[in-house]
């Protein structure tokens, strides 16, 4: 069975540039998740989807956005990057037969200049 | 300050050394998660443990949680070079069903 897969896994970007993240999550799983982990620290949740629908988000600005297809892969969207982007950003899938266990992508390191 | 917190920050010990690590948080949770993370890379799930359970073991892994204190501990026995990692906590909240807090980590390095 095939894990969470992200792309790109590297992207240098300049600051006031748009960019896009791609999530694909294991087979079966309907929720994604979305982590930011600025280096050396703990990962910040950023938004949930589940079902297509936006389920939660966590306390960052309406720049940072995203999607979840029919499929259940998910997009996230950062406008107007700002040096402060640079991070790894993770994405997570998980079922309710997992009992919510969240399995891991293993992310894209965006580096904002 | 966020929901859950792990502690030490960072740990340092000798292989077949034994290493624990500690999480506190501040709200009911549904239950508890432990994972592993190598070098900036994805996460890796290591244990769940439900909130009416007070201790879960996985190979060399040993999970407890006492809701009273709202604390949990991650225990390593037989320490290896390969566990070097960081290790965080995530809680999820009653009521926010499957929006999980991650700690910020314990920085685990095991010296061969």
């Known amino acids: 069975e095939a894990g969470v897969t992200q792309s790109p896994t590297h992207l240098i970007k300049t600051r006031g540039q748009q960019v896009t993240l791609r999530c694909s999550p294991i087979?079966?799983?309907?929720?994604v998740y979305w982590y930011q982990q600025a280096l050396g620290l703990g990962l910040q949740f950023l938004l949930w989807?589940?079902?297509?629908?936006?389920?939660n988000r966590g306390n960052f600005p309406p720049r940072f956005s995203g999607r979840q297809f029919p499929n259940y892969s998910s997009e996230l969207n950062v406008n107007a990057l700002e040096l402060e982007d640079s991070a790894l950003y993770l994405c997570?899938?998980?079922?309710?037969?997992?009992?919510?266990?969240?399995?891991f992508g293993p992310g894209t390191r965006l580096t904002v200049l | 300050s966020q929901q859950g917190e792990e502690d030490p920050q960072a740990l340092s010990i000798q292989e077949g050394e034994n290493a624990t690590m500690n999480c506190s948080y501040k709200?009911?949770?549904?239950?508890l998660q432990w994972y592993r993370q190598n070098s900036g890379r994805g996460l890796v799930h290591l244990i769940l443990?439900?909130?009416?359970?007070r201790e879960k073991h996985s190979g060399r892994l040993r999970v407890t949680l006492d809701t009273s204190k709202k604390s949990s501990s991650l225990l390593i026995t037989a320490s290896r070079a390969a566990d070097t990692a960081s290790y965080f906590c995530?809680?999820?909240?009653?009521?926010?069903?499957?929006?999980?807090?991650f700690g910020p980590g314990t920085r685990l390095s095991v010296l061969p």
């Open positions: 997570a899938s998980s079922s309710i037969r997992s009992y919510n266990e969240q399995f």
């Open positions: 087979s079966g799983h309907t929720s």
């Open positions: 989807y589940d079902e297509g629908e936006e389920r």
């Open positions: 709200t009911s949770i549904n239950n």
């Open positions: 443990i439900r909130s009416n359970e």
């Open positions: 995530a809680t999820d909240l009653i009521n926010y069903g499957q929006n999980f807090v």
